[in-house]
């Protein structure tokens, strides 16, 4: 199955390809969005939609790095969107094999393998749940 793979800092993440619209470079600030959680960074207009944008990093409770979100990865869930911060994309790769997370996650399907390196693959669905959680919490 085709994945678009990422790096968040320098761990690599991928999220099937079916479940990405597009990805375009961060922008440099967002709208805030009152009560939100610091996960959400906030919402920017793209062409006229309003979407919400999430810092990929902070959702899955991974310490903060040192190097700056520096594109947006786009999630259509058919009649919305939602944009996740990451480092970078990597690019568009084959990835079967995957073993069982070593954490239960709702967002996080599996493992797989990218050559040598470990691929931690993301559930589109479960991301969202995540977000959605991330605003009841508290």
């Known amino acids: 199955m085709r994945h678009v793979v990422f790096r968040l800092e320098k761990a690599l993440y991928a999220l099937p390809l079916a479940s990405v ?4 470079p961060a922008p440099g600030h967002y709208t805030r969005v009152p009560k939100a959680p610091p996960s959400v960074r906030g919402v920017l ?3 006229g939609r309003v ?5 990929l990093a ?3 409770a991974l310490s903060p790095g040192e190097t700056r979100p520096a594109k947006v990865v786009l999630l259509d869930f058919s009649r919305r969107e939602l944009g996740l ?3 970078e994309v990597e690019g568009i790769e084959n990835l079967d094999k ?3 997370p070593p954490a239960r996650s709702r967002a996080v399907k599996g493992v797989a393998r990218l050559g040598a390196r470990p691929v931690t693959v993301l559930d589109p669905d479960g991301t969202d749940a995540a977000v959605a ?3 009841t919490r508290g």
């Open 58 to 60: 902070s959702l899955l």
């Open 85 to 87: 911060l990451v480092t």
């Open 51 to 55: 979407v919400p944008v999430v810092d």
């Open 133 to 135: 959680a991330a605003f």
């Open 21 to 24: 619209r597009e990805v375009f």
């Open 45 to 47: 207009n793209l062409r």
């Open 98 to 100: 995957l073993s069982a």
